[in-house]
């Protein structure tokens, strides 16, 4: 009976650890991240996206698991801008967006679209950020390292970045 009444405990104490924890991306959100980071790398160039991700060998692992993060959370915010759009005018939101006569499919394919086009902002957001970054710090490395932080070169890079593409929003 004691052993019963630990188990049950132990259960009912780890449920809002699970509830905290959240779900991990799916593998499309993951797929999805490898092309946007490729399209980081091509668009920033190899040193300012190690700068960009903490200068580490992996990088690029870094960048997939960093965005498809964000993917996960853009789809849903697609989710919530959609189901929204659908509730103001269900006509024009089935012709919009469905397809064939029925207008089937049509807040999958919103949510589809809608992520997408946020993804893709995120990017160039990123490259345009990061390119005026490098200018920045190529310019005057002591003023930049004053502006964005005395840590290291790699963090206040960072930091540039995250900061011009939150302003860009």
Excluded: W
Excluded at 46 to 52: C, E, M, W
Excluded at 73 to 78: G, H, L, P, S, Y
């Amino acid at each position: 009976m004691r052993k019963l009444i630990l188990v049950l405990a132990a259960a009912f104490l780890s449920l809002p650890a699970l509830a905290v924890a959240g779900s991990p991306p799916s593998p499309a959100d993951s797929a999805a991240a490898q092309k946007q980071c490729r399209a980081l790398l091509q668009g920033m160039g190899a040193p300012a996206f190690k700068l960009l991700y903490a200068n580490k060998a992996n990088a690029f692992g870094k960048c997939v698991s960093t965005r498809a993060s964000q993917n996960a959370a853009n789809r849903a915010n697609a989710a919530a801008q959609c189901s929204s759009a659908r509730d103001a005018d269900q006509a024009g939101f089935a012709a919009k967006y469905g397809t064939g006569p029925h207008h089937k499919n049509a807040f999958v394919r919103c949510v589809f679209e809608t992520s997408k086009a946020l993804a893709a902002a995120q990017v160039s957001a990123t490259i345009n950020a990061s390119k005026q970054c490098s200018a920045e710090l190529k310019a005057n490395p002591t003023a930049f390292k004053a502006k964005y932080g005395p840590n290291t070169k790699s963090r206040a890079f960072g930091k540039c970045v995250s900061s011009k593409v939150k302003h860009s929003s």
